[in-house]
C-alpha cells in the first residue's frame, strides 16, 4: 500500500516506526528514549496526515533526527523543539492546515508583487504562507538583519534555528526588563527591514521579538510584505506605532512615531 493511500493513523504508526528506528541509533550515542522523542506530544491536535507524511520526508532526508516536544503554540501554528542530525536543537515550526484565521490573510498575500499567483482552497494558502515566511527570512539573513535564521521549508513545516537553551525558548521583549538600547535596537530593526531587505514586518511588536545575550532577534515574519505592497506604508506606520507604544508604556523616552516614519522612508 502506497503512502498516498494510508489514512492518517496508519501514517502516525509508520512515522513512529521510523522514529524507532532512530531511537536505536541514539540510543547507543546514550540518549533515553524519554529525551529523544514523545510521539503522543507531537501527533496529538495538530499532525493530520499531509504534516506527518512531511515530518517523515524531513526525517529521511536527514533535515531532522528527532524531536522532543512542543514549545509554542497558537491559532495558526504550533512550534516544536527538534534536533538536527548533528546534535544541533532546532524549532519546527507547522502550520496548522485547519486554521480558519488563514483566510484572514490574504490581503497580506494578494497585494505583495512577490506572489502574483495565488491558489484556492486553504491548504494551498497555508503552504503558501509557510513558503513566503521562508523566503522573508531569507532576505533577512542575506541583508544582515538580525532574526531567526531559516533552515528549510516543505510544505506547511518550516525548520528553523532554535533561539534559546535546553528546549527553551529566549525570552521575548514582553517577558524581559527592557532598556533604552532595546528601544534603539528595535527601531533599528524596523528601519533596515524596509531599507536593506525591502519589506515591512506588518505585526512588529513586543511578541515577536526576543530578547538575548547577543541582541534582539525577530521572529514570526509570515506577515512581513515587500515594500511595493500598495499598504506597505500604512503597515510600517502601524509597526512604528505599536512597537514605541510599548517602549513608552515601559517607561522609556520615545522619539515621535512620524518623525521615525519620515527617516525611515527618507
Known amino acids: 500500500m502506497s503512502d498516498v493511500t494510508l489514512l492518517p493513523d496508519d501514517l502516525g504508526e509508520k512515522l513512529a516506526r521510523r522514529v524507532d528506528n532512530q531511537l536505536l541509533k541514539n540510543e547507543r550515542r546514550g540518549a533515553s528514549e524519554k529525551d529523544i522523542f514523545d510521539k503522543k506530544k507531537v501527533m496529538d491536535d495538530v499532525l493530520d496526515k499531509t504534516s506527518i507524511m512531511t515530518l517523515s520526508k524531513l526525517i ?19 512550534m516544536y523543539w527538534a534536533v538536527d542530525p548533528d546534535g544541533n536543537d532546532i524549532a519546527l515550526k507547522i502550520y ?19 506572489f502574483s499567483r495565488i491558489k484556492k482552497g486553504t491548504r494551498n494558502l497555508v503552504e503558501l504562507w509557510a513558503k ?17 535564521k531559516p533552515i528549510r521549508v516543505l510544505k506547511n513545516v518550516l525548520v528553523l534555528e532554535f533561539v534559546g537553551k535546553n528546549g527553551v525558548p529566549a525570552k521575548t521583549l514582553v517577558e524581559s526588563e527592557i532598556d533604552e538600547n532595546d528601544y534603539k535596537d528595535a527601531i533599528s530593526i524596523i528601519s533596515q527591514l524596509y531599507k536593506k531587505a525591502e519589506l515591512v514586518h506588518a505585526d512588529f511588536s513586543e511578541y515577536n521579538i526576543f530578547k538575548t545575550e547577543n541582541g ?23 509597526d512604528i506605532a505599536n512597537i514605541s507604544r510599548f517602549f513608552a508604556k515601559r517607561g522609556l523616552t520615545v522619539e515621535h512615531p512620524s518623525d521615525i516614519m519620515t527617516r525611515i522612508t527618507n
Open 132 to 148: 513566503k515566511e521562508f523566503r522573508n527570512l531569507t532576505q533577512c539573513a542575506k541583508n544582515g538583519i538580525s532574526s531567526i
Open 216 to 238: 534582539l532577534v525577530l521572529f514570526d515574519l509570515g506577515s512581513a510584505i515587500d515594500i511595493r505592497h500598495r499598504n506597505a506604508k500604512e503597515f510600517l506606520q502601524r
Open 60 to 78: 529521511n532526508s536527514g533535515t531532522i533526527s528527532y524531536v522532543n516536544g512542543i514549545v509554542g503554540s497558537g491559532k495558526e501554528s504550533k
Open 96 to 114: 496548522l492546515v485547519t486554521a480558519s484565521t488563514f483566510k484572514k490573510r490574504q490581503p497580506y498575500l494578494v497585494d505583495d508583487p512577490r
